[in-house]
Each structure stands twice: as C-alpha cells, then as structure tokens.
C-alpha cells in the first residue's frame, strides 16, 4: 500500500502562559533540542508575544496565532486580523480551540467564517473539532464532530485544503491527563477522513492532515503516532516544557 503523502505535523498551544523569561527557556529548549526534520513544527504563543517568537525562533520552526477575527479591519475592540498575524510574519493560525468554543461561545458559524477568511488573507489553519464527555457518553461523537467539521469545510476552497491541518481534540482528554487511547482516536481519524472523502473529495481526504490534541505526553505520543490516521498532535501543558522534543520525534 502505498504510505500518505502526509508530513507528520506537531503544534505546541501555549494557550494563555508564558512571559518573557519563560519564553526564552522554551526557545532555548526547541533551539538546543535535536527536532525531527521531517516534522513540521509550529508553536502558538499568546497574540501579544507573536513577533517576538518569531523572530527568536529558528525559522525551521513556524509559529501560529491561537485564534483570529473574521474581517480585515475596523470596529472590534480587542481582535486581531489575519492580515495583522500575517503582517508580524506569522503563518498559522489556530481555529475553533474547544476553548473558544466552550469558554467564549464562539459558534461553528463563526468558526467557519475565521477559517474562510484567514485562509482567503492568506494564512495557514489548524481549525479544531472534539465532542464533550457528554456527548461521548450518549453516542453523539459522530454527528458533533462532522457537524462541526462540515461548518469549517463549507469555507475552504479546493485549493486551500493545502494549507489545512484539522485538529480533533476530545473536549474530556483536554489538560485532564486522560488521553484518548490510540484506537480510540484512530477510530475518530478514519472516521474524519471518510467523511472528507465522502463529502470534499478522495484526494483532500488522502492529504490532509488529521492531528490529534488531548493530554498528549512523553510518555504516549510513540504509541498514538504510529496509527495510520494520526498525523501529528496538538500539544497544550507539555509544549511549555523539554518534553516537548520528544513528541516532534515521536515518528523517529
Ligand atoms: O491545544 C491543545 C490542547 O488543548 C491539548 O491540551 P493538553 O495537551 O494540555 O491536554
């Protein structure tokens, strides 16, 4: 069988932590580490320390915006534009965290319209999807998490599918240091990918990358990295420590 043309990718989301001083150490640590080549690595510092990331970063590592507005400009107190991400020369950006979407209401409507125009400005995007421990338990998985990836796929043109990466984070393994267990997020990739396959087309389905978020440690990314489906993760606690080398190199 032919192997996916899929480079295994690894975000680190310091999501709201960090200053300074710690950024340096964190720096230091992806500086001095021995990273995987063949990994794409992309870590997401708060919105305020982006240009500062990027230019101390080692530009074989990218850095991504944690959330983004859905327009260029004007009245919306505290957002920022992709053309302002863009602007700092940053690439990526970060879409729909379970965290927008549970702490701050963000909608999949919404979510759908930051995807459509950060990737018409010109941005890279990880849009995120996951199902609650409630919906889990009451055999929703499937229909939350393709109806949320529907609403990012209805704003993506056929030629920006290359600068997509889906994220599937299980709101219950989130910080909670209960990972999904490798089959059980493999189950939720293949079903994800058939979905595109079905409903975008065989070819974005094949090469689009499906990365897996939740209380990835040290400890368990060889063992989820080597299903078929799991492209790569989204680390949140472990991207702020050393550790965090280890699950680049996870496919090593
Ligand atoms: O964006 C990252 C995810 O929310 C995972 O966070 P975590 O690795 O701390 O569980």
């Known amino acids: 069988m032919l192997s996916a043309p899929r480079n295994f990718f690894v975000g680190g989301n310091w999501k709201l932590n960090g200053n300074k001083q710690e950024i340096g150490k964190i720096i230091n640590f992806l500086t001095a580490g021995n990273l995987d080549p063949s990994t794409e690595v992309v870590c997401a510092p708060p919105t305020i320390y982006l240009e ?6 080692p530009s074989s590592v990218c850095v991504a915006a944690q959330n983004c507005y859905k327009v260029p400009k004007g009245a919306f107190t505290g957002e920022t534009s992709p053309a302002m991400i863009k602007d700092v020369g940053v690439e990526w950006a970060i879409i729909g965290h379970s965290e927008r979407r549970n702490v701050f209401g963000e909608s999949d409507e919404l979510i759908g319209a930051k995807v459509g125009h950060a990737l018409e400005a010109g941005l890279k995007v990880i849009p995120c999807i996951g199902e609650k421990l409630e919906e889990r338990e009451s055999g929703k998985t499937e229909e939350v998490v393709f109806c949320q990836l529907k609403a990012i796929a209805d704003n993506i043109k056929p030629d920006q599918w290359q600068n997509v990466v889906i994220a599937y984070e299980p709101v219950w393994a989130i910080g909670t240091g209960k ?43 060889r063992e989820l990295a080597r299903e078929r489906d799991i492209d790569g993760f989204l680390v949140g606690g472990v991207s702020l420590k050393p550790d965090f080398v280890q699950i680049v190199n996870a496919r090593q």
């Not at 500062?52 to 970063?57: A, I, M, P, Q």
């Not at 979905?195 to 389905?205: I, T």
């Open 52 to 57: 500062y990331v990027r230019k101390t970063l």
């Open 179 to 221: 990972t999904a267990s490798p089959a059980q997020a493999q189950e939720i990739h293949v079903k994800l990918r058939k979905w595109l396959n079905d409903n975008v087309s065989a070819d974005v389905a094949w090469k689009t990358r499906i990365i897996y978020g939740g209380s990835v440690t040290a400890d368990n990314c």
